[in-house]
């Protein structure tokens, strides 16, 4: 016990110093929170607002439903351009308007979704706007589900109300009841209430930018308290210390636990004045990103044994990590191709974790978004160990 | 136990690296209270075989005997500065005091008075980094004597320091023999060698080429 008090003593001292460098260490998080919202939110809002783009709209359908439908999208900030198409090729208005998509309602379209007929609206993308028109098509999927259910709700209860319909009566009730139903639709699709999307906004951006300081900490801090592990595998005193009774897993726990109640502070600190989560799913995940993160410089400490390298090796990869990992920019920032190497990161899983704390998420609904973590925690301390009690640490 | 007394007895110990042996088949019996010097080449299984004394590497073959209450007093100084640059001086030996189990006032008054032994009470809480090398090597010593040893192994205690420093570290070896410590210690220097061993070890090639009180002829 008195060796890994004094373990952890030495640990802290190197970290932080003494005086100035001790207060500077503390305020350090405090300060680039301040930094962070004010140089960064303008770059966060991106994560949650992605610039507006243009649209085209072929309506051959051309009746009050359709022409609603129009006019809603149209209202909607993020196209900032609704194009009314004619009868040119959808490949020439992409390639001349620089639309993301262009949307074509078939004639009848309305109808034939009441009258249960298989017509399809059709939709060419811009293959140069992947996120665009996946945001297109999400919104479009799911309005036309709504109103898709809704008219064949309409359909099954005037066929028990009336029986079996000719085509005229078809056509009456369809006008009577088309036009509640595309309204009711455009009403319910959230993205078409301005102000729900503004206040996810804010809180999308807050969350981004706990997330962003909080990955920052929690590889920066375990990283520099085992950046001297090379240096005392290599000038002899993790030999000195075994030598005098120590043990390698108390050597290597009075590191953890130094690094631990340092992030700790930081984490308690950052959400007290951020945001106060119900503590459970909080601390789960900041303990496995934690955990993660300590295992992970733990092993690379252990694999390059020069101290200069060792730094420079753990300093890129915290770097990397940021980047890929939606610490620094949004993920949809990047190029598809890089966006999938983000799962291979730590801050990816803070960042999804907060956004299943911020949808309400359980503690164990998290467990299922992070568990990777714990995994790799495991994975990389068991590597590390195996590697020092292999004597890797004996200079020869 | 009296002067002179055998406090490790090692019989036949060998220690390989691979297939090539590096120290033995060797046996030696070290004395109570008696400074003993060892010597020899670079690669002759010099800190090799003070390591096996100290318990930090294990023979391959042999047996080495060593009452219990003499295992537990062991100061080992390696020929590396065991010592952290970025703390000072005081931090180191309360890293290592702490390590040790020493505890209070009883460790705040060791560590005065060692830093006052070797030389460093000025220095005491300056960063190791700005220490010379023959002060760093002080310091070294003084982790070594938090707890008062009844073995001390010190390998090339002397290497890169300046007289000054020379002289201190030799003065705690005499003085460590008055007290009845078994001090045993590598050095490339025979005049260091002469002038305070009471026995010297010659290794080549992980074999004994000589073992010779001091003053008598190799």
């Known amino acids: 016990?008195?060796?890994?008090?004094?373990?952890?003593?030495?640990?802290?001292?190197?970290?932080?110093?003494?005086?100035?460098?001790?207060?500077?260490?503390?305020?350090?998080?405090?300060?680039?929170?301040?930094?962070?919202?004010?140089?960064?939110?303008?770059?966060?809002?991106?994560?949650?607002?992605?610039?507006?783009?243009?649209?085209?709209?072929?309506?051959?359908?051309?009746?009050?439903?359709?022409?609603?439908?129009?006019?809603?999208?149209?209202?909607?900030?993020?196209?900032?351009?609704?194009?009314?198409?004619?009868?040119?090729?959808?490949?020439?208005?992409?390639?001349t308007l620089g639309v993301a998509a262009v949307l074509t309602l078939p004639q009848d379209f309305f109808f034939s979704l009441y009258d249960m007929r298989n017509y399809t609206v059709e939709i060419t993308l811009n293959a140069n706007m992947p996120l665009e028109t996946t945001i297109f098509r999400a919104i479009l999927s799911s309005v036309m589900d709504i109103i898709s259910e809704n008219q064949q709700m309409m359909w099954a209860v005037h066929t028990l109300q009336y029986g079996e319909l000719d085509d005229a009566a078809r056509q009456e009730l369809y006008w009577q009841a088309s036009l509640l139903i595309v309204a009711d639709?455009?009403?319910?699709?959230?993205?078409?209430?301005?102000?729900?999307?503004?206040?996810d906004d804010a809180t999308d951006t807050a969350l981004f930018l706990y997330g962003a300081i909080l990955s920052l900490f929690l590889l920066f801090i375990p990283l520099c308290i085992l950046k001297t592990l090379p240096e005392e595998m290599r000038i002899g005193i993790l030999p000195r210390y075994?030598?005098?009774?120590?043990?390698?897993?108390?050597?290597?726990?009075?590191?953890?636990?130094?690094?631990?109640?340092?992030?700790?502070?930081?984490?308690?600190?950052?959400t007290a004045l951020i945001f106060p989560f119900s503590f459970g799913p909080a601390f789960l995940l900041f303990l496995l990103c934690f955990l993660a993160s300590f295992a992970f410089f733990l092993l690379i400490s252990t694999l390059v044994q020069d101290p200069a390298r060792s730094q420079l090796v753990g300093n890129?990869?915290?770097?990397?990590?940021?980047?890929?990992?939606?610490?620094?920019?949004?993920?949809?920032?990047?190029?598809?191709?890089?966006?999938?190497?983000?799962?291979?990161?730590?801050?990816?899983?803070?960042?999804?974790?907060?956004?299943?704390?911020?949808?309400?998420?359980?503690?164990?609904?998290?467990?299922?978004?992070?568990?990777?973590?714990?995994?790799?925690?495991?994975?990389?301390?068991?590597?590390?160990?195996?590697?020092?009690?292999?004597?890797?640490?004996?200079?020869? | 136990m009296e002067q002179n007394s055998p406090i490790c007895t090692l019989q036949e110990i060998t220690k390989r690296h691979g297939s090539s042996t590096v120290l033995g088949p060797l046996s030696l019996?070290?004395?109570?209270?008696?400074?003993?010097?060892?010597?020899?080449?670079?690669?002759?299984?010099?800190?090799?075989?003070?390591?096996?004394?100290?318990?930090?590497?294990?023979?391959?073959?042999?047996?080495?005997?060593?009452?219990?209450?003499?295992?537990?007093?062991?100061?080992?100084?390696?020929?590396?500065?065991?010592?952290?640059?970025?703390?000072?001086?005081?931090?180191?030996?309360?890293?290592?005091?702490?390590?040790?189990?020493?505890?209070?006032?009883?460790?705040?008054?060791?560590?005065?008075?060692?830093?006052?032994?070797?030389?460093?009470?000025?220095?005491?809480?300056?960063?190791?980094?700005?220490?010379?090398?023959?002060?760093?090597?002080?310091?070294?010593?003084?982790?070594?004597?938090?707890?008062?040893?009844?073995?001390?192994?010190?390998d090339e205690p002397t290497v890169g320091a300046d007289v000054p420093s020379v002289e201190v570290m030799l003065s705690i070896m005499e003085r460590m023999r008055k007290q009845g410590v078994t001090v045993v210690f590598i050095s490339h220097r025979d005049d260091e060698l002469e002038r305070v061993s009471d026995r010297i070890l010659t290794l080549e090639k992980g074999k004994i080429v000589a073992l010779h009180k001091r003053g008598e002829a190799r």
């Open chain 1, 185 to 199: 639709a455009l009403g319910r699709q959230g993205v078409f209430a301005p102000e729900q999307t503004l206040l």
């Open chain 2, 29 to 154: 019996v070290l004395r109570r209270g008696e400074i003993f010097g060892i010597r020899g080449a670079n690669g002759a299984g010099k800190s090799t075989l003070l390591k096996l004394i100290a318990g930090i590497a294990k023979a391959d073959s042999g047996s080495i005997q060593m009452p219990a209450e003499i295992q537990k007093a062991i100061g080992y100084v390696p020929q590396d500065i065991a010592l952290y640059e970025g703390l000072s001086g005081r931090h180191n030996l309360e890293f290592w005091a702490g390590i040790y189990g020493l505890r209070g006032a009883q460790k705040k008054l060791r560590i005065d008075w060692l830093l006052q032994e070797v030389g460093l009470s000025d220095k005491a809480d300056v960063r190791v980094q700005s220490y010379s090398g023959g002060m760093r090597r002080r310091l070294n010593l003084a982790a070594a004597l938090l707890v008062t040893p009844r073995l001390l192994l010190l």
């Open chain 1, 316 to 396: 890129l990869i915290l770097l990397l990590f940021l980047v890929l990992g939606g610490g620094l920019y949004p993920i949809q920032m990047l190029p598809t191709a890089l966006q999938t190497l983000s799962r291979f990161t730590i801050p990816y899983y803070l960042i999804t974790g907060l956004s299943g704390i911020g949808l309400g998420f359980s503690t164990g609904g998290i467990f299922a978004l992070i568990w990777p973590l714990l995994a790799a925690a495991f994975v990389c301390t068991l590597l590390a160990l195996l590697l020092l009690r292999n004597g890797r640490y004996i200079r020869r």
């Open chain 1, 1 to 95: 016990m008195n060796g890994l008090l004094a373990s952890i003593q030495k640990d802290i001292r190197l970290l932080i110093g003494s005086g100035g460098r001790a207060v500077a260490m503390l305020l350090l998080p405090i300060l680039l929170s301040a930094v962070m919202f004010f140089g960064m939110a303008d770059l966060a809002n991106q994560r949650a607002a992605v610039p507006s783009f243009p649209i085209a709209i072929r309506d051959l359908d051309d009746t009050i439903m359709s022409r609603m439908l129009i006019d809603q999208i149209e209202d909607i900030e993020l196209f900032d351009t609704v194009y009314h198409a004619g009868d040119e090729p959808d490949e020439q208005l992409i390639a």
């Open chain 1, 242 to 270: 075994l030598a005098k009774g120590g043990s390698l897993p108390q050597f290597i726990l009075s590191k953890g636990l130094t690094a631990f109640l340092i992030c700790f502070f930081v984490w308690a600190l950052l």
